[in-house]
Every structure is written in C-alpha cells, then in structure tokens.
C-alpha cells in the first residue's frame, strides 16, 4: 500500500505546476483525498480536499481561485492544478487519504494515510 506525490519543482512566480497523487496497492476513489503543505518554519497547511462520493472540494483560503483538485478514478490519482503560482506557495506538498470524511473535515485534522512529499519552490 502506497500513496505518491510527484509533479513538483521549481516554477517562476505566476506559472503554473501540476501535482499528482498516485495510490498502489489499493482503490484510492474510494476515499476522500487531500493535499496539505509545509513550509520551513511554518504549521502544516490543508491546501485543498476532495471526497470520493460526490466529489465535492474544500480549499484553504490562500489558494482559492487559483488552485483546483480534481480526481481521475481510472487512473487511481488526484491531481492539484496549481496556477498563478506565489513565493509563499513554495513548501513541500503532501497528499493524504480518510475514509468516510468530508472534504472539510481532512483538510482540517490532516488525518489518515499519509504519502511521502514533493518540494514545490516558485523562485525567479
């Protein structure tokens, strides 16, 4: 069992990264989904969740507009699309997996199955 990150590296401030969150060893559609974020220096941060019934998404406030997570069953992967990318965005991301939890709810508590990260820096 084996829950992924990749896509991260670094990108000019207003580009733009794709990040995906890759499950083996298990159905990861069957969970709800999130990715948080740690800076130095900084408490980790629930960026954004996604559940796996109706699909319905929580963001934090600092990403909102700019950041979209989506799901793609067939490929058991959650993906972050992340635009309009800040210097305070750099940190290192991490997707986590709850079952039976609201979007809202993991992205708060940070519970469940955690994978290992990928470093995101937005630096000109």
């Known amino acids: 069992v084996q829950l992924q990150a990749s896509g991260g590296g670094l990108v000019q401030p207003g580009g733009s990264l794709r990040l995906s969150c890759a499950a083996s060893?298990?159905?990861?559609?069957?969970?709800?989904v999130g990715w948080f974020r740690q800076a130095p220096g900084k408490e980790r941060e629930g960026v954004s969740c996604?559940?796996?019934?109706?699909?319905?998404?929580y963001y934090a406030d600092s990403v909102k507009g700019r950041f979209t997570i989506s799901r793609d069953n067939a490929k058991n992967t959650v993906y972050l699309q992340m635009n309009s990318l800040k210097p305070e965005d750099t940190a290192v991301y991490y997707c986590?997996?709850?079952?039976?939890?609201?979007?809202?709810?993991?992205?708060?508590?940070?519970?469940?199955?955690w994978g290992q990260g990928t470093l995101v820096t937005v630096s000109s």
């Open positions: 996604i559940t796996s019934t109706d699909s319905s998404t």
């Open positions: 986590a997996t709850a079952d039976g939890v609201s979007a809202k709810r993991l992205c708060l508590t940070a519970m469940g199955y």
């Open positions: 060893g298990f159905t990861l559609n069957y969970y709800t």
